[in-house]
């Protein structure tokens, strides 16, 4: 089992920036697609970035241009670099690693970390 630990959530002013991490239990080597999700209040959760093993990469289309994300394998941890935050972004975020094992896939969640984009 995957476990997922995210920090680096906080409170920012408009056009700010932030950067997010997230820790893996296991090397990500072994896992299939890291990715980060949101969660606004009300709203469904989406998906922001996702990182495949084999090393592209794919946005949602509200961040493109803005929100960066990356990988260090040595340290089995994923990064979201968020530059020019507005207040839509405003969201619970959530680390999520997709790992094929047992003959299946299997979804791990992180516990999610606020972030707050207000003046």
């Known amino acids: 089992q995957v476990q997922l630990v995210e920090s680096g959530g906080g409170l920012v002013q408009p056009g700010g920036s932030l950067r997010l991490s997230c820790a893996a239990s296991?090397?990500?080597?072994?896992?299939?697609?890291m990715g980060w999700y949101r969660q606004a209040p009300g709203k469904q959760r989406e998906l922001v970035a996702s990182?495949?093993?084999?090393?592209?990469?794919t946005y949602a289309d509200s961040v493109k241009g803005r929100f960066t994300a990356s990988r260090d394998n040595a340290k089995n941890t994923v990064y979201l670099q968020m530059n020019s935050l507005k207040p839509e972004d405003t969201a619970v975020y959530y680390c999520?690693?997709?790992?094929?094992?047992?003959?299946?896939?299997?979804?791990?969640w992180g516990q999610g970390t606020q972030v707050t984009v207000s003046s």
């Open positions: 296991e090397s990500i080597f072994s896992i299939n697609a």
């Open positions: 999520n690693a997709l790992k094929f094992e047992a003959g299946r896939f299997h979804n791990y």
């Open positions: 990182m495949t093993s084999g090393g592209s990469t």
